[in-house]
C-alpha cells in the first residue's frame, strides 16, 4: 500500500513520537513494537480502505483522521493479538482517544471493514461486530450487566445512536438519528425510527444506502 508523503519509517517514527510526547513516561518499546507488527496491521488497513467509496484504493493518508483513527485501531489490534503487550497497545489506545475523540479498546474485535464517519464522541464495547459497519460521531455500543450486542453486516449507526445490552440488530439495518435499540431486536433490511413512547418504529428499507458508502 502507498503510504502518502510519508515512508514506513517515517509513519513509525511518527507514530513512536506521538506516543512519546503523550506518555513521555520512557517505558516499553513502543518503537520496536511498531516497526514488528506494522506491515500487518498496513494489509488490514488495506483491505478497510480498499472497501471504502470516498477513499482511494491502496493508499493510507496519515493526515486523513478517519484513517488514522482507523490505523491506530489496526496497530493496537494487532500487537496485541501476537504479543500480548498491553502496555504498548493501551498507549495506543490511549492516543487514539486523545487524537479522535474515540473509545475504542484494543481487545475489541472490529471487523475487516468499517468506516468511522466522524470519530467524535463514539464508544465502543466488546460487542459482536461484522462486515461493512458505518458509524458516525456520538454513537454507542454498550453493555447491559455484562450482555454485549450483536451486530450483523450492513449496519449504519448515524449520530447520536445506541446499541445497549441483549440487542441484535440485524443485517442492513439503519439506525436513524437518535435513537437507541435496547435489549431488543431490529428485523434487518430496514430503517429504525422513534415511535410514539419511545418504542421503535421499522420502515422497510427500500435504497442500498451502503453502496454510497462502500464498494460492495
Known sequence: MHLFNLSRSGLIDYTAAQVAHNFPDGRGSVRARIADHLDEALVRLQRCINAVRIWKPDEFNYLQSSQYCTYLYFLS??????????????????????????????????????????SVGIVLAKATYSNYFLLFQNSTVGKNFGVAPVIEEGVIMYPNTAVVGRATVRKNTVISQGVGVINCETPGNCIAFRGEAGALTFKPLKTNILADFFRL
Open 77 to 118: 489490534n494487532t500487537i496485541w493479538r501476537n504479543t500480548g503487550d498491553t502496555e504498548v497497545c493501551t498507549k495506543l489506545f490511549l492516543l487514539n482517544k486523545l487524537l479522535n475523540g474515540i473509545d475504542c479498546f484494543y481487545e475489541i474485535a472490529m471487523p475487516d471493514i468499517f468506516l468511522i464517519g466522524h
